[in-house]
């Protein structure tokens, strides 16, 4: 089984800035996509930023681009996503994400992943 810690989530007034961390707890599959999803009550989930391991090569959202960044940790297959002037619509439960295998390229579908965090919540005031 492969076990993703998400930490880092909470609650910020609009403008404020929060740090996601995510690491693999134990044994991890080989994996070349990993990133972050969120999901709003009634939304569907999406894909906030994600990272192709093999090259640092990254994707972020049109919502958020400009105003995160997604890092990596290749060794521990870790990811960071720093999130900053935060908006309401941000609200929402974060998810921590892989691949179970390794792909020409990481694609923005959530049915395209295998393994899932727990979930970390980020809550935007206005």
């Known amino acids: 089984q492969v076990l993703l810690a998400e930490s880092g989530g909470g609650s910020v007034q609009a403008g404020g800035s929060l740090r996601l961390s995510c690491v693999a707890d134990?044994?991890?599959?080989?994996?070349?996509?990993m990133g972050w999803f969120r999901q709003a009550p009634g939304k569907e989930r999406e894909a906030v930023a994600l990272?192709?391991?093999?090259?640092?090569?990254?994707y972020y959202a049109d919502s958020v681009k400009g105003r995160a960044t997604i890092s990596q940790d290749r060794a521990k297959y870790s990811v960071i996503l720093t999130m900053n002037n935060l908006k309401p619509d941000a609200t929402a439960v974060y998810y921590c994400?892989?691949?179970?295998?390794?792909?020409?390229?990481?694609?923005?579908?959530?049915?395209?992943?295998?393994?899932w965090g727990q979930g970390t919540q980020v809550t935007v005031s206005p």
């Open positions: 994400a892989q691949v179970g295998g390794v792909f020409r390229y990481c694609r923005t579908d959530p049915r395209e992943y295998t393994y």
């Open positions: 990272v192709y391991t093999d090259d640092d090569g990254t």
């Open positions: 134990g044994y991890v599959v080989a994996t070349n996509c």
